[in-house]
């Protein structure tokens, strides 16, 4: 199945549901992704609540570059593996995300202003498009999208230190509307800034791993102009 395409989706926005998962092998079971545990190191203390330096470093976020690689497993088996970019840019609310298949070359893409999505082939060309909320709401890990969007995410949790070290914090969420799965942040311990985002439900789990992240550099405007034109 090829990124951000699943062929068996007959609305056109849920073609968009493969955008973040690469199909493992078949026959290939490989073992899932293990969820955050206690550290043994020791714990330290910050001068800050590690719930308010999230929403801090969330209100002054105005523009981000990372890569990201994104591993979903269903009752111990990884079932879809990914890689990419993600751009987002406050101003305009504007969000992209590029595929990249195994020679890291850009796949596919979908690009927001988070109302309307629109999905591009490797040749930036504007192959579906469809509404924002349907697809996010569809999708396993939000928390990959919602960058600058953060406190809201927080005010619809319950926020508790799962775990503190040196090394990281570890935010566990849990819904205030009763839904039935936990959302793990692992923060880094200086900049309250996310490195890993786990989200599990029933016997799936979806980890994202952040890497390479810029904030609050320069973006080009270009890389949103699907969204941007009138």
């Not at 105005?62 to 497993?73: D, H, K, P, V």
């Not at 593996?81 to 993600?86: E, M, P, Y």
């Not at 490195?195 to 599990?200: G, L, N, S, V």
Request: aromatic share 8%; proline share 4%; glycine share 4%.
């Amino acid at each position: 199945m090829k990124p951000f395409i699943n062929k068996a989706c007959l609305l056109a926005i849920c073609v968009l549901c493969a955008a973040c998962s690469v199909q493992a092998k078949e026959k290939t079971a490989e073992p899932a992704v293990q969820p955050p545990k206690k550290e043994t190191q020791a714990q330290t203390t910050t001068a800050k609540d590690p719930v308010q330096r999230l929403r801090d470093w969330d209100a002054k976020l105005n523009t981000l570059e990372t890569a990201f690689e994104q591993t979903s497993s269903y009752d111990g088996v990884v079932i879809s593996r990914s890689r990419g970019k993600l751009y987002y840019k406050k101003a305009g609310n504007l969000l992209r995300l590029d595929t990249l298949d195994d020679e890291q070359k850009t796949d596919q893409s979908a690009v927001t202003d988070k109302k309307v999505l629109k999905v591009l082939d490797a040749k930036g060309k504007v192959i579906t498009s469809g509404a924002w909320a349907d697809w996010v709401n569809g999708q396993p890990n939000k928390a990959l999208f919602d960058f600058g969007n953060y406190s809201a995410l927080l005010d619809a949790h319950r926020a508790t230190v799962f775990s503190s070290s040196a090394q990281r914090v570890i935010l566990l969420l849990t819904p205030k509307d009763g839904s039935d799965y936990k959302l793990y942040l692992l923060l880094d311990p200086k900049e309250y800034f996310p490195q890993t985002i786990i989200i599990e439900a029933d016997l799936m789990q979806t980890k994202a791993d952040l890497k390479n992240t810029v904030k609050n550099k320069s973006v080009s405007q270009n890389l949103f102009k699907e969204v941007l034109a009138k």
